[in-house]
């Protein structure tokens, strides 16, 4: 009975480690399988068959059709420029004030001058009265009477060109404040507080938004193309509004050296647009009435070319393709898809041929 029970011990050990054993190979193999390639998470979307406009783009420049110099129309000193270059004024707003003690001192004269021959008037009036009533009681003859009569005459020009003198003064006194003539950015201020200005003499130069003109070089292959009136979509960096114009002009520029047509479209009233900024141009030349239009973000850069990825049994397959037009957001294909294709949208940089995909959401309906 003592030999029996060692080897009773030993045959459930040996029982023990062989189970152990079995466990451990299933849990590697459960392992395994988990540890294989997991689906990528991707959007889809339809191919859709559109309409599309064909489209040129091309960028130029802006140029300000209002971008008046002010300058001095009087001879004084500056006393204040109330302005500074990239400030912003508003028509009528004081910008520069110049010294007007010299148009004070000269209107006080002329003022004196006035009062002076108004005096002389009103005596010399008095005298062709006397004399008149002199003249009806047969006193004095009619040639006395007539040479008071024509002294008060010149009396009165006398008097109205002293007034004349005056309101010249004013005239002139008015013009030492300087006004902003639009609205606009002061692009230079070409004075400054204690400089001699004569009449003539450049203060400031302000730009103007309220009307651009942009010029935007098209290249010459299409140039047959192009017609004034024509819509074309102007963008800039400074402003997220797209503003509709039409050609106004077009100007050709083929020479050696810049062989492209200038475009020229007109801009009115855009606060945020500004003289001298880049534009885009988009010229819409004509429509095509079916097109293949995808997503930009399924097209997808291969070692093979472009591709786009077609959903096929929760794979993603490869499919070599050639984009035309890009317009809003999506890109023509021209050969690769058909129309109604269901592609990969959002994860498509992400995939290879042959991929195990998982759709998050399904946006075949965009």
Partial sequence: MQTKTPLILLALIMALIAGCGSKDKAGDANAGAKKGPKPTLVTVTQVKDTAIEITESAVGS??????????????????????SPGQ????????????ATDYALQRNEALAEVARIEALLQNQTKIV???????????????????????QNVLKEQLAGARARVDTINHSSSKTKIYA????????????????????????????????????????????QLKPGMKVRLSTPTSTRVVESEIRELKAMIIESNRSIDVIADITDESDWQPGASVTGTVVIGEQPSALMVPEQSVVLRPAGEVVYLVKDGKAHQAIVKTGQHQKGLVEITEGL?????????????????????????????
Avoid: Y
């Fill in 338 to 366: 058909h129309a109604n294709d269901t592609i990969v949208m959002d994860g498509a940089g992400f995939l290879t041929d042959q991929a195990l995909i998982q759709v998050t959401d399904n946006h075949t309906a965009r």
């Fill in 181 to 224: 003539p639009t609205d606009g950015v002061v692009e230079k201020k070409i004075v400054d507080t204690g400089e001699f200005v004569k009449v003539g003499d450049p203060l400031l130069q302000i730009i103007s938004n309220k009307r651009l003109r942009a010029h935007i070089p098209f290249p010459e292959r299409i140039s047959n």
């Fill in 88 to 99: 912003r004024v508003k028509k009528g707003e004081l910008v520069a004030t110049l010294d």
């Fill in 129 to 151: 009265t006397r004399s008149q009533a002199l003249v009806n009681k047969n006193f004095i003859s009619q040639n006395a009477v007539d040479t008071d009569l024509a002294q």
């Fill in 62 to 83: 802006i140029e300000g059709l209002i971008d008046p110099t002010i300058a001095a129309e009087v001879a004084a000193r500056v006393i204040k420029v109330h302005v």
